[in-house]
């Protein structure tokens, strides 16, 4: 990795993923609670080996690719992450996060998106729209994008097939210019 990014948030850090972060994650990453809010590819039971896996992705995505997923790190651990994909159409970014069940209901999330998005924005200028979605269940983090601006643009119905049950998806975005 050629650049360490650093983004400080009150009583956390948002930063690049770095080898040694594999066994914090499989701790704070490995809850039902957790793995029921995410979309594809998140897995549920999250070991050591599914951390080992991501930890190296990372940091060969690093290597080729503009520096857009990050650790919420509080005291060292890795107490959640943020980011995203950039999409075909270079102007939209995909945006998702997860923070460890511990952290939940102290405002974390919502400042760490907060200071994510403003980093997205500023450095990355081609990026006029960014996208999120959740489950119709998971409240808190529509709290999260709605503090953030962003705008729930409309509901998938029975549109994502989830632990064998077709369910609706919830569609939020907030574009650069405020809009």
């Known amino acids: 990795m050629n650049k360490q990014i650093i983004l400080k948030g009150k009583g956390f850090i948002i930063r690049t993923w770095k080898k040694g972060d594999e066994f914090s994650l499989a701790k704070n990453a490995n809850n039902k609670k957790i793995a029921r809010?995410?979309?594809?590819?998140?897995?549920?039971?999250?070991?050591?080996?599914?951390?080992?896996?991501?930890?190296?992705?990372?940091?060969?995505?690093?290597?080729i690719s503009p520096i857009i997923n990050f650790v919420i790190d509080i005291d060292g651990d890795v107490a959640g992450a943020i980011g995203g994909d950039i999409k075909k159409q270079t102007f939209i970014m995909g945006f998702g996060y997860w923070l460890g069940e511990k952290y939940w209901g102290k405002g974390i999330m919502s400042e760490a998106t907060k200071i994510y998005i403003k980093y997205i924005f500023k450095n990355f200028k081609e990026i006029k729209r960014v996208e999120a979605k959740t489950f119709p269940w998971n409240k808190g983090s529509q709290k999260v994008l709605l503090k953030n601006s962003f705008?729930?643009?409309?509901i998938s119905r029975k549109a994502y097939l989830k632990d064998g049950k077709i369910i609706d998806d919830y569609h939020f975005a907030k574009l650069s210019d405020g809009k």
């Open 151 to 154: 705008k729930l643009e409309g």
């Open 37 to 63: 809010n995410m979309f594809e590819g998140f897995p549920y039971p999250y070991t050591l080996d599914e951390a080992k896996k991501w930890v190296k992705h990372s940091l060969k995505k690093y290597k």
